[in-house]
């Protein structure tokens, strides 16, 4: 169980144009669903927390109207790139966690995004 | 504040080495420490967690100790395999993700 899913897998799009990602946790509800941003070498950075129903809560310098995230539901995430550059090119894995999982979090395989 | 501090890599080593990556944390309270592992081209994946002080958390031949008093968390395998080969981030959370933080990952080489 807890198996979360992302869509699309890997998404060219010219520069200027928007990018939507949808996250799932597709065999339970998620309390709270997290998105990450994977550069080169392997670090990690958390873009945004969101919880169902509220807005989404983003990290120092991530700016909430390129990156926006809807919360539609306790399986559903979306982030939607807007008017994506080059720059925006990356891996992008979201996460979802539920309330018994003691912190554990969940991760999707992730979304590879190149941005012509 | 909360931090999470992991070796850094590549560790480099041949099949049927020893492992130990090491990653050691601050921390207030009482969080639940985790490995994630992370194949070429995919997310994460849980490999391994501890809710407690002195839980031991195992998976695939993968050990790792909760210790409080040295706050760390080391992650040993007694004999690795190529397949190993990934990158492997530890993690601390609370339990209603008020805060979670993640180490830098160390990436693994297993050479045949």
């Known amino acids: 169980g807890a198996v979360v899913s992302q869509h699309p897998s890997w998404v060219i799009c010219k520069s200027g144009t928007s990018v939507k990602i949808e996250c799932r946790s597709l065999?339970?509800?998620?309390?709270?669903m997290f998105w990450y941003r994977q550069f080169p070498k392997q670090s990690l950075m958390l873009m945004a927390t969101?919880?169902?129903?509220?807005?989404?809560?983003?990290e120092q310098g991530v700016e909430k109207d390129k990156f926006l995230i809807n919360h539609a539901s306790l399986t559903l995430s979306t982030l939607t790139v807007t008017s994506a550059h080059p720059e925006d090119s990356s891996f992008y894995i979201c996460?979802?966690?539920?309330?018994?999982?003691?912190?554990?979090?969940?991760f999707g395989p992730g979304t590879r995004l190149t941005v012509l | 504040g909360d931090s999470v501090t992991q070796m850094e890599g590549p560790v480099t080593l041949s099949e049927e080495a020893f492992l130990t990556i090491n990653c050691t944390y601050t921390?207030?309270?009482?969080?639940?420490l985790f490995w994630y592992v992370q194949y070429p081209g995919e997310g994460l994946q849980l490999l391994l967690k501890?809710?407690?002080?002195?839980d031991k958390g195992s998976n695939k031949g993968f050990e790792a100790t909760y210790r409080k008093e040295t706050t760390s968390f080391h992650l040993e395998k007694g004999s690795v395999q190529v397949s190993d080969s990934a990158v492997y981030f530890c993690?601390?959370?609370?339990?209603?993700?008020?805060?979670?933080?993640f180490g830098s990952g160390t990436k693994l080489n297993v050479k045949p």
């Open positions: 501890a809710t407690k002080a002195d």
């Open positions: 993690a601390l959370s609370d339990r209603n993700f008020n805060k979670f933080y």
């Open positions: 996460s979802a966690g539920r309330a018994s999982s003691y912190g554990e979090q969940f």
């Open positions: 065999d339970f509800q998620a309390t709270t």
């Open positions: 969101s919880n169902e129903g509220s807005k989404a809560t983003y």
């Open positions: 921390a207030t309270g009482y969080p639940s």
